[in-house]
């Protein structure tokens, strides 16, 4: 079970090259593609402390918290419903 969340192209990272926000079944990842490099951050599930979400009224931002030390992952830009479904789909793996 893997999903894949784009940001919006105007509100998170660059026009070219977007945020992309994963859910893969054992971990949660943060990838800034660009041209010549890639920048990711990933937390383990077994880490993740709490999932949170600020919503505007069109976009907002996911911060999901790390228990292990390690830093928080912080997406900003996506579409609220996007938000919606990602909080939905890493709640109910932690249950």
């Not at 228990?67 to 909080?87: C, L, M, Y």
Request: proline share 3%; aromatic share 10%; glycine share 10%.
């Amino acid at each position: 079970m893997s999903s894949t969340y784009t940001a919006n192209r105007f509100f998170g990272g660059s026009m070219f090259f977007p945020l992309q926000l994963h859910f893969l079944g054992d971990r949660v990842s943060l990838v800034k593609p660009g041209l010549f490099t890639t920048w990711e951050r990933t937390i383990p599930l077994s880490k993740v402390a709490c999932v949170t979400a600020k919503l505007g009224i069109v976009v907002g931002t996911v911060i999901v918290e790390s228990s292990g030390g390690s830093e928080d992952i912080v997406a900003k830009g996506f579409n609220r419903s996007d938000i919606e479904r990602f909080r939905m789909e890493l709640e109910n793996a932690l249950a």
